[in-house]
């Protein structure tokens, strides 16, 4: 999905410039010029580095203890 229309930027690409250390809008821009023209793809820049930056949530096991 195009995330930024003004650099024809997807999702996937914005989600991978995080994973390798864009942590801000301000350095995906830097980056990747994502959301440096209109500003229309803001508020999905912000949730996607929401999603991505997000602490997993831990899986709790609980197992049974063999008798
Ligand atoms: S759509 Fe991203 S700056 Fe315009």
Redo the contacts with the bound molecule.
Sequence with gaps: MI?????GINDRELRRRVREGADSPSELARRCG?????????PLIDQILDEECREPIPLRLELAAAP
């Design positions: 995330v930024c229309h003004c650099q994502a959301g440096v023209g209109c500003g229309g793809c803001r």
